[in-house]
């Protein structure tokens, strides 16, 4: 299973982008990347997924590097409701299980 | 995305005592994970389980300590077996369909004493 890398945790300003990095190096073609959020004490919540085109949705932006071997998950404008623990995932391919493998996750400071 | 009903959402439990979570979702939905979270810690995979076959373990979990359930395509049962107090976490039971990406049940606290 391949294995994400993510600094342990960052601190970002209210209203400013939130750049999370994520390093994938060990990323299979058909594998693809997941970012969830967990806030204290709840489930995670899904934010966005890509296989190597660069995705955006309501919440955020994903940008996968063309070699796809690392990720950054963009919150335009993070607000204090940001604040929470990040979780870059490689989603094993669905014939072989389809099975989320967390890290660590980077745990992010939203401050006034 | 599918809803998950987990319950109990905590408990305290007896030592050599088992504890039967359940995983109820309101839709059908092709695979479910069982995972647990031990204190400041990340999300670990318990185990798959899918309808109609027995369910997949993870390295470090076998069958006899977290026995699961899969009798239809909307429910699951994890069983912690024999509990100790370093069973003490979060379990979270998680869903898969290709429609519906992953959702996560809102997990059951567990302490065991």
């Known amino acids: 299973d391949a294995k994400t890398t993510q600094p342990t945790s960052m601190d970002c300003a209210e209203g400013r982008a939130a750049n999370l990095p994520c390093n994938h190096s060990?990323?299979?073609?058909?594998?693809?990347v997941y970012w969830y959020r967990q806030i204290h004490s709840q489930g995670p919540q899904y934010i966005i997924h890509?296989?190597?085109n660069n995705e955006t949705n309501e919440m955020a932006s994903l940008i996968i590097t063309e070699d796809r071997k690392s990720s950054t998950l963009i919150l335009p404008h993070a607000t204090l409701r940001d604040t929470a623990v990040y979780y870059c995932?490689?989603?094993?391919?669905?014939?072989?299980?389809?099975?989320?493998?967390f890290g660590q996750g980077t745990e992010l400071s939203v401050k006034p | 995305s599918a809803v998950i009903s987990q319950k109990p959402s905590r408990d305290i439990c007896q030592r050599g005592t088992s504890l039967t979570i359940q995983c109820q979702v309101d839709?059908?939905?092709?695979?479910m994970f069982w995972y647990r979270q031990q204190p400041g810690q990340s999300l670990t995979l318990i185990a798959t389980?899918?309808?109609?076959?027995?369910?997949?373990?993870e390295s470090g979990f076998v069958i006899d300590k977290f026995p699961i359930s899969r009798p239809n395509l909307t429910f699951s049962t994890l069983t912690v077996s024999n509990m100790s107090p370093e069973d003490s976490s979060i379990y979270l039971c998680?869903?898969?369909?290709?429609?519906?990406?992953?959702?996560f049940g809102s997990g059951t606290r567990l302490t065991v004493v």
């Open positions: 995932i490689v989603r094993v391919a669905y014939n072989q299980g389809g099975k989320l493998i």
């Open positions: 389980a899918n309808q109609g076959s027995e369910a997949t373990y």
């Open positions: 998680s869903t898969s369909h290709l429609s519906h990406g992953y959702t």
């Open positions: 060990t990323i299979s073609g058909n594998e693809y």
């Open positions: 890509g296989l190597k």
């Open positions: 839709s059908q939905v092709t695979m």
